[in-house]
């Protein structure tokens, strides 16, 4: 892992977040979690820990997790091809590379259960 942020948050209790796990782990095998971030961003230690319990608990592979440290200037790899402005910003994408949601610094819930919301929702609409 190239973010210290991202180590699981140990004390982080996967039963209270049972739904945002179940999903996240659902769909384990189809899609790809981008993370942008800084290790000296405030709100990047303050939520990534946690976010990397939870893909931790749905046992999400390490090959469909991709970590990009940016500088304090929020300058590194994809920031531009993504349109990174904030971090923490998490992309999740399926397998042809198409963006299904994307997570930006302060949502009023958890990442884990931000994201699991987000891919149940797209994922239904699709399958619709």
């Known amino acids: 892992m190239s973010l ?4 699981p948050n140990p004390t982080w209790d996967a039963a209270s977040y049972e739904d945002a796990v179940d999903t996240l782990a659902a769909h384990g095998d189809e899609l790809v979690y981008k993370i942008w971030a800084g290790d000296w961003c405030k709100d990047c230690r303050a939520l990534l820990p946690d976010f990397g319990a939870a893909l931790e608990a749905a046992e ?13 200037d ?7 091809e ?3 402005e904030y ?3 998490i992309v999740v994408e399926n ?3 198409e963006e299904i949601t994307r ?9 884990a259960v931000w ?5 149940e929702t797209a994922l239904e609409s699709d399958a619709a």
């Open 87 to 89: 971090i923490p910003t």
């Open 60 to 72: 999400i592979p390490d090959e469909r997790i991709e970590e990009f440290s940016l500088d304090q």
């Open 95 to 97: 397998d042809e590379g």
């Open 4 to 7: 210290e942020t991202m180590r």
């Open 103 to 111: 997570f930006v610094e302060e949502e009023d819930v958890p990442p």
């Open 115 to 119: 994201l699991a919301e987000e891919i």
């Open 82 to 84: 993504y349109d990174i």
């Open 74 to 80: 929020k300058q590194g790899p994809g920031v531009d």
